[in-house]
């Protein structure tokens, strides 16, 4: 597609519920991120796909996340057993080399009640 | 953990007035990158430095990097009221797989 799209764009959950959020990136982009925004915050890293290579995980908070890619394109967080610290815009963003600026998502709104 | 800082962490400048944003970072970096953020959403890329260029310029836009003191500005010029929004670092280390660590931004008010 022409861009990256984030579904959905809003989600409340109650709290202890399990929830996925979707990423479809940018067509032909080998490189796949979820980064996390608390309000006002800045952009927390959580996971990064490149191709067939093995996950980065390492900004995964708890095992309560979770991430996969299939194919080499879509993407899927899920988030199990949701705390309210969890509330927090989702971002994914993709990009095709090094050197290139990364195309976000415009994100999924992420509420625990 | 973050590695670019940001300062300030906001603004307010009036249109037409320029408004200059720093960014602290911490490690060696392959590039460094700036962003801006309307309405707390996606993320729009304006701009890359390379680790061995010095200044950039994109339209209104000035990028400087010194990786003697690890920072980096942006600056913008003649800022319009559409302007307004959180400005983001993000680095690229050396040493690391390519993901991109933000800084804290700024946010730019400008006031017509």
């Known amino acids: 597609g022409a861009g990256v799209s984030q579904s959905p764009s809003n989600k409340v959950t109650e709290k202890g519920k399990d929830v996925e959020l979707r990423c479809d990136p940018i067509s032909g982009h080998t490189a796949l991120y979820w980064y996390r925004q608390s309000l006002g915050q800045g952009l927390e890293f959580l996971i990064y796909?490149?191709?067939?290579?093995?996950?980065?995980k390492s900004g995964l908070p708890s095992d309560r996340f979770s991430a996969e890619r299939t194919g080499g394109s879509v993407s899927t967080l899920t988030i199990q057993r949701t705390q309210q610290e969890d509330s927090a815009v989702y971002l994914c963003a993709s990009t095709g080399t090094r050197n290139y600026g990364y195309t976000f998502g415009s994100g999924t709104r992420l509420t625990v009640v | 953990s973050q590695q670019g800082e940001e300062d300030p962490q906001a603004l307010s400048i009036q249109e037409g007035e320029n408004a200059t944003m720093n960014c602290s970072y911490k490690?060696?970096?392959?590039?460094l990158q700036w962003y801006r953020q309307n309405s707390g959403r996606g993320l729009v890329h304006l701009i890359l430095i390379r680790s061995n260029e010095r200044e950039k310029h994109s339209g209104r836009l000035r990028v400087t990097l010194d990786t003697s003191k690890k920072s980096s500005s942006l600056l913008i010029t003649a800022s319009r009221a559409a302007d307004t929004a959180s400005y983001f670092c993000a680095t690229d280390g050396r040493d690391s797989s390519y993901k991109l660590i933000f800084g804290s931004g700024t946010r730019l008010l400008v006031r017509p």
């Open positions: 490690t060696s970096i392959n590039n």
């Open positions: 796909f490149q191709g067939n290579s093995a996950p980065d």
